[in-house]
């Protein structure tokens, strides 16, 4: 008897609780910026494109939703010439921005994708790439690695002596 | 067969091979950079350290380089030891103090020897606090990206480059931390086999640049074993696409053909499968009104399978040779030597001949990899030698450091210098006057090879070359023929060209570019062909096949070796096999290539033990088809969902037992079906070492 008026006054209590609903899309939930949604590609703190093309994403995707090709420029710095993430395969499982050595490619909390037409979630290179560095501010993969690119010689890189000077005799 | 001991399990191994060769051969995660099996071992890099035994009761043992230790009958290793265990990561871990961080940006991440030897000994995370060294790169040419900073200085390239290939413009400069491999200044390679410095470079220091600009990854790749086009050799080649490109072409093993090396027109001369001008592909065919006489006139670079479909179209009356007149002759005339002495020499005799006799054959440029199998046979001569002072074949420092004195091998008739000059050890002029200077050498030969061919379109000295084989019974014949399936053709049976002047109303021409002298008189021309051509523009009817990329077929090589070679894929608009579109001429009803070669088998008896011993397409491993792409390939679901979303099923073959699918059969399979090496922690080419090296394909006499 009492564990039956216990619990009808557990009830009767959480009438006047703050509700835990949110009357979305009027009002937005608030999300973790480490919240697993739509894809994006970054920048580099130069502003230039942050993918490299290694194809880490596409052969880690466990739907196999990425696909793209890499091409280089004049200067030897290679970037996708296109990158297609096909959403409405996307499980958003986050396995490509942990296989990005770039930090290149991330995952918002935006997921408000849907659409009308299956066709629209396909995503090419210009709807993903945005003009900032996204979650990781600071990291330029080209300033680490030794690969010489435009505005960038060999030895002039982060912790790189410059370059051997094979005539010398010094050891 | 010597039994060693290796972490007191015992193994079988060669004799007189090293303890790393049988290691790696047995299928054990040893790790090693500087040996190669085509190079030998030179115990530079200290990465292969094992502890040796003295007997059971020991189990302390010393520290020994296994690429330089005898695996000798009985003796004790271990791979696990921790003190052995230890000291090869400490090896790796000092050999990237200086490694770059480029992997993501390098061509060779994913197919690295380097990245798997990491992998495999542990090491992770880099100590060294201090600054990297750099390199300034050169300009290699177009075909091979030098990119410094990655070399690890297991001086493959140099050793590779210099005593096997006989470059002379890669050295190694300077020295202790700075040891640099380049040319004298910047400039392309000289040497015809540069190509393998890709395959042979441990790391990404050599990369393919005509593979770069349009870059796919390993695991990206649609590979199938495939032939060759190039020459007439028929060395395997193992080409991968993606995206309905060609993307590269690298070597398939096969050890009495090319073994471990391609040469560059091989490696780079695939391009024209992406070309843009091909024939328009005409369908549906209906069968052909014949009016008039028809003939065909059959081709050499067209498989059998397409030859024999025309010559039945037209009947064995009516077909023609697509070789030229002179050519014609000369092979006619090699057909007949080879049906009397049909011991012909692989390119494996070639490398083991202890005297090798060439009349008037350019071999770097005919056919390059018989010139490169001069040289390792120069290589191996040095091996034997030094193998009189009791130094191992593999040991090869020691061997240069001996210098033994090489006995005299290679012999040419030439009129103009050529690059294998330095090497020849007697030369003389294509008149064969003083040829008498040979026939002591020749005679004493225990297994010469006689080399010549239809380059210079001399007959004399193709007569010559039986002459001198019946001098020497033990001798076996080469000849170099003009294109990849010349052999092949003149099996079925062709008549010479300039017999069909004014005959005939309409010509099919099948996979040729014809003067169009000899076409003149005709009413109507139908042209067959992948690439537009003279022919293709002028004919009546011009209809589009497929490349060799992309289609199924068998060729024989200028041995007599017949080999099948598979479609790597197939183009979103399919363009048909050459037997096809003859099949729907000719309104035969061969639904697949075996059915074709059931008829052909019939009709010509001598393809038979090849057609019997080829893989068909009923053949299955485990109730599977083998996959054409590996466990790992990528971006199925968004490939083409730019042209639309529904993904479609796999494109079914039915001309042979792979499938163009990562669902399949992916283990151990038969040599002439693998093409591509891979096994647990090995991702680079160096996986093949474990792997089966047993022959394909069946010699044929005509």
Redesign the interface.
């Known amino acids: 008897m009492v564990s039956i008026l216990k619990g009808l006054w557990l009830v009767f209590k959480h009438a006047f609780n703050k509700p835990v609903t949110v009357q979305y899309p009027e009002e937005k939930p608030k999300l973790s910026p480490r919240y697993r949604g739509r894809i994006i590609l970054t920048r580099d703190p130069d502003g230039a494109e942050r993918c490299?093309?290694?194809?880490?994403c596409?052969?880690v995707?466990p739907?196999?939703?990425?696909?793209?090709?890499?091409?280089?420029d004049e200067t030897g710095r290679?970037y996708p010439k296109?990158f297609?993430?096909?959403f409405?395969?996307c499980i958003y499982c986050g396995l490509c921005e942990e296989a990005c050595?770039?930090t290149a490619i991330q995952l918002t909390p935006d997921f408000e994708m849907a659409e009308y037409r299956?066709?629209n979630m396909?995503y090419?290179k210009e709807h993903l790439l945005i003009s900032g560095p996204g979650k990781y501010p600071g990291y330029n993969?080209y300033k680490?690695?030794?690969?010489?690119i435009g505005g960038k010689a060999?030895?002039e890189?982060l912790?790189?002596?410059?370059?051997?000077d094979?005539r010398s005799l010094m050891? | 067969m010597p039994t060693i001991f290796i972490d007191n399990k015992p193994y079988n191994v060669q004799p007189g091979q090293n303890v790393l060769h049988a290691a790696v051969s047995h299928g054990l995660n040893l790790p090693y950079f500087c040996w190669h099996p085509a190079l030998g071992s030179a115990g530079a890099c200290r990465q292969c350290a094992v502890q040796h035994f003295k007997d059971e009761s020991d189990t302390q043992g010393r520290m020994v380089m296994s690429c330089m230790t005898a695996a000798t009958e009985g003796s004790r290793f271990s791979i696990n030891h921790p003190t052995a265990k230890s000291f090869r990561a400490d090896i790796i871990e000092w050999m990237m103090t200086n490694h770059p961080h480029d992997c993501p940006v390098c061509d060779e991440g994913g197919e690295c020897h380097l990245q798997d030897m990491t992998v495999m000994t542990g090491h992770n995370k880099r100590r060294y606090r201090f600054k990297k060294r750099t390199f300034e790169n050169q300009d290699l040419g177009p075909h091979i990206n030098h990119e410094m900073n990655r070399c690890i200085t297991c001086y493959r390239c140099v050793r590779y480059y210099r005593d096997v290939a006989g470059g002379e413009d890669l050295h190694a400069f300077s020295a202790s931390n700075k040891v640099y491999f380049g040319r004298f200044e910047d400039g392309p390679l000289d040497s015809e086999f540069s190509g393998n410095l890709v395959e042979v470079c441990p790391t990404g220091v050599f990369t393919d640049k005509t593979f770069r600009a349009y870059y796919s990854r390993k695991w990206d790749l649609q590979t199938a074993p495939s032939i060759c086009q190039n020459c007439s050799l028929g060395c395997n080649i193992s080409p991968g696409e993606r995206l309905g490109t060609l993307r590269r072409v690298q070597n398939r093993f096969h050890p009495e053909i090319n073994g471990y090396f391609l040469c560059d027109k091989g490696r780079f001369g695939h391009r024209f499968v992406n070309e843009k001008n091909q024939v328009k592909v005409v369908h549906p065919i209906g069968p052909l009104i014949k009016e008039g006489l028809m003939i065909g006139i059959g081709s050499p670079r067209a498989s059998l399978e397409a030859n024999y479909a025309l010559r039945k179209l037209v009947g064995a009356d009516n077909f023609y040779d697509g070789h030229t007149e002179l050519e014609h002759r000369l092979l006619s005339k090699i057909m007949e030597i080879l049906s009397q002495h049909p011991e012909t020499a692989s390119l494996e005799d070639v490398r083991n001949a202890d005297a090798v006799f060439i009349l008037g054959e350019d071999l770097t440029q005919t056919a390059p990899m018989l010139a490169l199998s001069i040289r390792q046979n120069l290589y191996k001569r040095a091996q034997d030698g030094a193998g009189t002072q009791g130094i191992p074949d593999w040991n090869d420092l020691a061997i240069r450091n001996a210098q033994p004195e090489l006995p005299k091998v290679v012999y040419l008739a030439h009129d103009i210098p050529t690059k294998l000059d330095p090497l020849v050890t007697h030369k003389i002029s294509t008149d064969l006057e003083s040829i008498q200077d040979w026939i002591p050498a020749l005679k004493a030969a225990k297994n010469p090879v006689i080399i010549a061919g239809t380059s210079l379109g001399s007959e004399p000295l193709i007569r010559m070359s039986i002459e001198l084989r019946k001098m020497a019974p033990q001798a076996k014949l080469c000849y170099v023929l003009p294109a990849a399936n010349s052999f092949g053709l003149m099996l079925l049976k062709p008549k010479s060209t300039p017999l069909l002047t004014h005959r005939g109303e309409t010509a099919i021409v099948l996979e040729n570019n014809l003067p169009l002298s000899t076409l003149s008189h005709l009413h109507n021309i139908i042209a067959i062909d992948f690439l537009e051509s003279e022919t293709t523009k002028n004919a009546t009817l011009a209809l589009g096949c497929g490349s060799f990329a992309e289609t199924t077929g068998s060729m024989v090589n200028n041995e007599g070796r017949a080999q099948r070679y598979y479609s790597v894929f197939e183009r979103r608009e399919q363009r048909p096999e050459s037997w096809r579109i003859l099949r729907d001429l000719g309104d035969f009803s061969w639904q697949n290539i075996d059915e074709l070669c059931a008829e052909f088998a019939q009709e010509f008896p001598i393809f038979e033990p090849f057609l019997k011993q080829v893989h068909n397409t009923q053949f299955r491993i485990d109730g599977q088809k083998i996959a054409r792409q590996s466990p790992e390939f990528s971006g199925r679901t968004s490939m083409y969902t730019n042209i639309s979303l529904h993904e479609q099923a796999p494109l079914q073959d039915p001309d042979s037992p792979l499938a163009y699918s990562m669902e399949g059969y992916h283990g151990d399979m038969p040599p002439d079906l693998a093409s591509s090496y891979w096994r647990p922690g090995w991702n680079s080419v160096s996986a093949f070492n474990s792997l089966s090296h047993a022959t394909s394909g069946v010699k044929l006499k005509p």
């Open positions: 490299v093309a290694c194809y880490l596409s052969s995707c739907v196999e939703c990425i696909s793209l090709q890499a091409t280089e290679r296109t297609r993430i096909n409405s395969r050595p770039t299956r066709e396909v090419e993969f680490v690695a030794g690969l010489s060999k030895g890189a912790n790189e002596n410059p370059p051997v094979l050891p």
